[in-house]
Nanobody, 124 residues
Framework: QVQLVESGGGSVQAGGSLRLSCAVS????????MGWFRQAPGKEREFVGR????????FYADSVKGRFTIARENAKNTVYLQMNSLKPEDTAVYYC?????????????????WGQGTQVTVSS
């Protein structure tokens, strides 16, 4: 059974940084694209960014572009979300997701497997 496990969430002041990790098992991780999403209380789950099979193939939501970076380490079956210059509006539960397909996808329903989520809280 495919499992995605996020870690690295926490509380930080505005302007600070956090790095989230998502470990994937037991798939051949390097064959699949990975996405990051977030969901704030009372809001729909929204797309944050995605990394394809190669490290250069990344795509970000406008709200995080230039502040967040997604990277993958295939040898460790792990994808990362580096979050810099955090703002209070970045507060949410963050989820990683795996896409069995190959085309760019930004809708949650288009992803096949999900992690349990990790809370990120940014205070002003």
């Amino acid at each position: 059974q495919v499992q995605l496990v996020e870690s690295g969430g926490g509380s930080v002041q505005a302007g600070g940084s956090l790095r989230l990790s998502c470990a994937v098992s037991p798939l051949a991780f390097n064959n699949y694209a990975m996405g990051w999403f977030r969901q704030a209380p009372g809001k729909e789950r929204e797309f944050v960014g995605r990394i394809g099979r190669t490290a250069e193939d990344t795509f970000y939501a406008d709200s995080v572009k230039g502040r967040f970076t997604i990277a993958r380490e295939n040898a460790k079956n792990t994808v990362y979300l580096q979050m810099n210059s955090l703002k209070p509006e970045d507060t949410a539960v963050y989820y990683c997701a795996l896409d069995l397909g190959v085309t760019l996808k930004t809708a949650p329903r288009q992803y096949d497997y999900w992690g349990q989520g990790t809370q990120v809280t940014v205070s002003s």
